[in-house]
């Protein structure tokens, strides 16, 4: 009898210059979680699933210090034809380029990459990131310091999104939905709803 194949790793990078971020990420994400059925039933009704994540997505993490490694890595893993499913991105990255600046670096080297900006601090308003960036579908905003449900959340959601597109059957695209996509949307709109209301006063007073 044949063992499994095993299952594909999504590729996921995380561009910070903390190192305690990059391992906070693998914790989340690359944990042994096959062994916690209780874990995996609570993630399943998390996302709306009919099974346990731990029979869904695994990842695998790839990390980059700064913007300007970060968006080697990402030509390079279009090289390999291994491209990533999703690039968590720090806003503040000093020396070199901020999140705001690798962003649109990183979509030019991929269109289809979502990028989670993740930020602790009021450098850009929501108005000045939406100006440099856009609205996008392949934008999304994670506050620090960020729960482990909402980094679940993301990257189980925008990796079934990226492998249904890559794979040409879309849900979304068909008028359709992602598993689980609904709750995330929510969860997201909300969030970000509350965290406007938290800056615009700190823009206003900057004005």
């Keep these: ?6 299952k594909p790793k999504h590729r996921i990078l995380v561009i910070d210059d903390n190192p305690a971020i990059h391992e906070d990420f693998r914790k989340i994400l690359c944990q042994d979680r096959r062994s916690s059925s209780s874990l995996d039933a609570h993630e399943a009704e998390l996302f709306g699933l009919s099974q346990p994540l731990g029979d869904q ?3 695998e993490i790839d990390s980059a210090y700064q913007g300007e490694a970060g968006l080697a890595r990402v030509y390079h893993a279009i090289q390999e034809e291994r491209p990533y499913v999703l690039a968590f991105v720090d806003v503040r990255m000093p020396p070199g380029w901020d999140g705001i600046q690798v962003t649109p670096k990183l979509w030019v080297a991929d269109p289809e990459l979502p990028v989670v900006i993740c930020t602790a601090y009021s ?4 108005e000045e990131m939406f100006a440099r960036l856009g609205t996008s579908d392949r934008m999304f905003i994670l506050k620090k310091p960020f729960d482990r449900e909402e980094v679940l959340q993301l990257a189980h959601t925008l990796t079934a999104r990226q492998r249904h597109r890559r794979s040409g059957s879309d849900p979304a695209a068909k008028g359709g ?13 909300k969030r970000l709803n509350e965290e406007m ?5 700190v823009s206003r007073a900057g004005s």
Excluded: I, K, N, Q
Aim: net charge negative; hydrophobic share 35%.
């Design 177 to 189: 939905e992602v598993p689980g996509a609904g709750r995330a949307s929510e969860a997201m709109g």
């Design 1 to 6: 009898m044949h063992d499994p194949a095993p």
């Design 197 to 201: 209301a938290e800056l615009r006063p």
């Design 123 to 126: 450098d850009y308003s929501w």
């Design 57 to 59: 997505s695994e990842f």
